[in-house]
């Protein structure tokens, strides 16, 4: 089973550009009531699907090298990552259907 996990710009490139699974990657901020939205619906994905997908958050306030090096302008933005490199991203608060689709590019 999994859980979410944080990650800074110090582990960001251990923890998701070297990882050997696709890693979703929540780009998200404290001040951000969207964000919360996804949240609870990555943490049900991250039980349900914790085999075959990492899922991290990165504070963007507190993450900025991150967050400038993947053009990040809006909060929430969730893109996936497979072999080092983003897949896809979407920007906003979506359906739980549509994160496991965004996953399921990386897959």
Avoid at 20 to 47: H, N, Q, T, Y
Avoid at 68 to 76: G, T
Avoid at 80 to 87: L, N, R, T
């Amino acid at each position: 089973m999994g859980a979410t996990s944080v990650v800074t710009d110090a582990n960001f490139v251990s923890d998701v550009l070297q990882s050997d699974r696709p890693v979703l990657v929540d780009f998200w901020a404290e001040w951000c009531a969207p964000c919360r939205k996804v949240d609870m619906l990555l943490e049900e994905i991250a039980s349900e699907m914790g085999d075959a997908v990492r899922i991290v958050k990165l504070n963007i306030d507190e993450n900025p090298e991150t967050t400038r090096a993947y053009r990040v302008m809006s909060a929430p933005t969730l893109t996936v990552f497979k072999g080092g490199e983003p897949v896809q991203s979407i920007v906003g608060a979506r359906p739980k259907s549509d994160l496991v689709k965004l996953i399921e590019t990386a897959l």
